[in-house]
């Protein structure tokens, strides 16, 4: 039977929940490094190409951009999985998006540690968002995630979490908006973060790779 989470035509519009992990669960992070890698290819490929640095070590001329085809929404990255919240404007904007993401941090991955093969577990899945209820605690699910690592979420560095809670200027490769319009203030959503660890399954149809 094929996973209800196996999504293979996306939406000019429609939101949808990305994520995947690695190989027999193993870990897709093993430093800072790689983490740091990771957003940066989330960086290139979703910002206007002229804004970014050319001078970084991991700047390619050659690298697509998917500014203005897909926006990312809110993310998480987990030691072994990726949450990826994301929103298509393009058609085949995330399919291509995903596709590119996944073929650069592996041959990253690989380089790095003298490996070959895949790192993640098949094609990543993806489970649309088709009500603001749904969107709020997909949100919440996201950003609490380093919960399950005995973290702070406010102070974990691997997700777009503290974007949304200070006052510090959100990435422009992030679109913080898209969430933050469905609340009165930054202290709500703040205060909704904070609520009691949700399981997925519990409101978010078990969208759970853990």
């Known amino acids: 039977m094929p996973s209800k989470h196996t999504i293979r035509s996306f939406f000019d519009g429609g939101y949808y929940h990305i994520f995947n992990r ?5 870990d ?11 957003l940066y290819y989330l960086k290139s490929f979703l910002s206007d190409p002229e804004l970014l640095d050319k001078q970084d070590p991991f700047y390619d001329s050659r690298r697509l951009s998917f500014y203005g085809k897909v926006e990312l929404i809110c993310y998480c990255l987990m030691p072994n999985h990726y949450h ?13 998006f995903m596709r590119a993401l996944s073929n650069a941090y ?7 540690y003298d490996r070959v ?4 577990q098949g094609r990543f ?3 649309g968002v088709y009500s603001d209820m749904h969107f709020m605690h997909l949100s919440r699910y996201i950003h609490q995630n380093p919960i399950d690592l005995g973290k702070d979420i406010l102070g974990y560095d691997y997700s777009s979490c503290r974007y949304f809670l200070t006052e510090d200027d959100s ?16 202290e709500e959503y703040r205060q909704f973060l904070l609520q009691k660890r949700i399981k997925s399954k519990d ?8």
């Open 28 to 38: 897709i992070y093993l430093d800072k490094q790689d983490y740091a890698v990771f």
């Open 171 to 186: 990435p422009s490769w992030l679109n913080i908006n898209h969430t933050m319009d469905l609340f009165h203030s930054t």
């Open 22 to 26: 690695g190989v027999a669960k193993q």
């Open 106 to 112: 592996t041959k990253y991955f690989n380089n790095k």
């Open 117 to 120: 093969g895949p790192i993640f």
């Open 203 to 210: 409101i978010l149809e078990d969208e759970s790779i853990d």
């Open 125 to 127: 899945k993806a489970a």
């Open 84 to 96: 990826l919240f994301v929103t298509q404007l393009e058609d085949q904007g995330i399919s291509d």
